[in-house]
């Protein structure tokens, strides 16, 4: 199975370059079936959409479309040649906070403030950061914070994303994130609710001898990055797409103490400079 990612981002296009993995990946699927016969294969591309938001092939697996595959394969662009991405495990979810409306000025007394508990809940969730693994992230956006002013807002959402090693450390990382979250509902009195916006990715565990494989089919083609390997990683960080880099010797990026991302990449991933001539 060959996997054709091909979303697009909110409001900055082809910044992670899906348009290059379904190219890629009907490129790789034309040129298999010229040799798939003669090496007793059956080769599938298969268009996986809601990547960037959604859980696609999530959904696509528990529906039987990868059903006797042998092996799924995927190409993704970015500023180096890594082998083996370390993808981690991740989940969304939105939050919704219901408060009470109140004229802002002349009775804020009588409002409940759910623009406030998203507020107690960010300061909870920035404070937690300090105590999350080097591989955990959690990070979101607010898409509703109110309607007016002079409105005490009563309705807030926001959406987040959670990422940790493995499904089990992703679940306990969950339940430290949502309290954050109900310490918003607690001190402002509006009424939380968690709503998945998505199943939870798993870890990927890639198979090691199509790994092994890639430096050497890739030896005649010229590029200035090298191929990093798994052995190389030593902090899995990867999640669908979020970007950081090993500290490693061999990788032309050197990496400060930390997670930090390479000062060295002026073209970052989900940047809008990547949304044309991404390769
Ligand atoms: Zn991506």
């Not at 995927?74 to 370390?86: F, K, Q, S």
């Amino acid at each position: 199975m060959i996997c054709a990612e091909y979303e697009a981002l909110p409001g900055i296009g082809h910044a992670c370059g899906h348009n290059v993995i379904a190219a890629t990946a009907v490129g790789a699927g034309v040129a298999h079936a010229a040799v798939a016969d003669e090496l007793g294969l059956t080769v599938r591309v298969i268009g996986t959409p809601a990547e960037e938001g959604g859980g696609g092939k999530i959904l696509l697996l528990e529906r039987g479309a990868f059903d006797g595959a042998h092996l799924a394969m995927m190409t993704h662009p970015g500023p180096a040649d890594i082998v083996e991405w370390p993808i981690i495990a991740a989940q969304q979810f939105r939050v919704r906070y219901t408060g009470k409306e109140a004229h802002a000025a002349s009775h804020p007394q009588l409002g409940v403030n759910a623009a406030d508990a998203l507020t107690v809940a960010g300061v909870a969730i920035g404070l937690l950061r300090q105590h999350l693994g080097v591989s955990d992230r959690v990070h979101g956006i607010i898409t509703h914070g109110g309607d007016a002013p002079n409105i005490v807002p009563a309705h807030t959402e926001a959406e987040y994303t959670i990422r940790s090693t493995t499904l089990a450390d992703l679940e306990t990382m969950r339940e430290r994130v949502l309290r954050c979250f109900q310490a918003g509902a607690l001190a402002t009195g509006a009424a939380l609710d968690v709503l998945p916006r998505t199943k939870p990715y798993a870890q990927m565990h890639h198979g090691p001898e199509i790994c092994r494989g890639v430096p050497a089919q890739r030896g005649g083609i010229r590029s200035p990055l090298r191929v990093v390997t798994r052995t190389r990683w030593p902090r899995p960080t990867w999640a669908t797409c979020r970007w950081s880099f090993p500290q490693s010797p061999r990788n032309r990026y050197r990496v400060p103490a930390g997670c930090q991302p390479p000062t060295r990449i002026r073209r970052p991933l989900h940047h809008p400079s990547r949304g044309s001539g991404t390769a």
